[in-house]
């Protein structure tokens, strides 16, 4: 089995990381070694960046994860902000920001970096469409989770177990990208 870093502080993204990547061989262990959150124009950018503060204190091959919830109504807000306006405002204020509005259609996109020394970093993106409802529902996942429903879907990610929320989930996505990708480069 192989051995990959995940290079974070939240739990729940190991949780999910670990029932995706398990069965395909890959033993997950978190690694919680912090680094800056530059503020960017991209997701991707945020994590070029995480990627290459960690590579100075750690030499082992290591993934990283940044994901934002774009708002349509609130012109792609919180974006890459959605850390940042989660620990402000929280949902009841991502909730007042959308009363009243009748397009609640939202984007969770997710980006994982990975590094291996001596080698190019890779980048996989993967999105979950979905709709941001008027009220918190479910308490598993973390984060938006209680109040964003996948297109198809009747349930919010809070009210999914993780099995059934890998099967929309923007991280899911991205992380079978990277899972191709690598299987390609060995």
């Known amino acids: 089995m192989n051995t990959l870093y995940f290079i974070t502080g939240n739990k729940g993204k190991v949780a999910e990381a670990t029932k995706k990547l398990e069965p395909l061989g ?3 262990i978190q690694k919680d070694l912090g680094y ?4 960017a124009d991209s997701l991707e950018e945020v994590a070029q960046y995480g990627v290459e503060h960690v590579r100075e204190r750690f030499d082992k091959p290591f ?3 940044d994901a934002g919830v774009f708002i349509q109504a609130l012109e792609g ?3 890459v902000y959605s850390k940042y306006v989660f620990f402000t405002i929280g949902l009841p204020g991502i ?3 959308l009363d009243g509005m009748q397009n609640r259609s939202a984007v969770f996109r997710s980006v994982y ?3 291996e020394p001596g080698k190019k970093p890779l980048v996989c ?8 409802i008027s009220e918190c529902r479910g308490t598993n996942g973390f984060g938006y989770d209680p109040v964003f429903v996948p297109k198809d879907a009747s349930k919010t990610f809070a009210e999914m177990t993780i099995e059934e929320k890998n099967q929309y989930s923007h991280r899911a996505k991205a992380l079978e990208m990277l ?6 480069r060995d």
């Open 26 to 28: 890959f033993r997950v």
């Open 36 to 39: 800056p959150e530059v503020q």
């Open 63 to 65: 993934m990283l994860e």
């Open 77 to 79: 807000f919180p974006g």
């Open 95 to 97: 909730l007042r920001l």
């Open 113 to 115: 970096a990975y590094s």
């Open 125 to 132: 993106t993967g999105e979950c469409s979905g709709t941001i």
């Open 179 to 184: 899972v191709k990708v690598l299987a390609k």
